[in-house]
């Protein structure tokens, strides 16, 4: 599975911006994607996730409410929706696919991985 995270930009804090990740792939809906952001000298954090096929999502409470993940396998992409944006949200996103079904917080859980894309949010 190869994926492309896209729609990162500079957005003025309480707007909104949505996040595409694009996966190559006939089975990409046997795979569960997970968001995960770094932001300068920090680690890289779990974000939000969604099951293969979309059932069940799970947040970072930081986020919750906030941002919402959905997916298309029609399409082979996954969203993230972020609205109500803060400074402290500004990272490197990506998006990270796994055959696992538990675990889907680590990092080390997830087999493909995406190239990341800048989100910058000014006060």
């Known amino acids: 599975v190869q994926l492309q995270a896209s729609g990162g930009g500079l957005v003025q804090a309480g707007n909104s911006l949505k996040l595409s990740c694009a996966a190559s792939g006939r089975t990409f809906g046997w795979y569960a994607v997970g968001w995960f952001r770094q932001a300068p000298g920090k680690e890289r954090e779990f974000v939000a996730s969604i099951s293969g096929g979309g059932s069940s999502t799970d947040y970072v409470d930081s986020v919750m409410g906030r941002f919402t993940i959905s997916r298309d396998n029609a399409k082979n992409t996954v969203y993230l929706q972020m609205n109500s944006l803060k400074p402290e949200d500004t990272a490197v996103y990506y998006c990270?696919?796994?055959?696992?079904?538990?675990?889907?917080?680590?990092?080390?859980?997830?087999?493909?991985w995406g190239q990341g894309t800048q989100v910058t949010v000014s006060s």
């Open positions: 990270a696919a796994t055959s696992h079904r538990i675990g889907l917080r680590k990092r080390y859980n997830y087999n493909y």
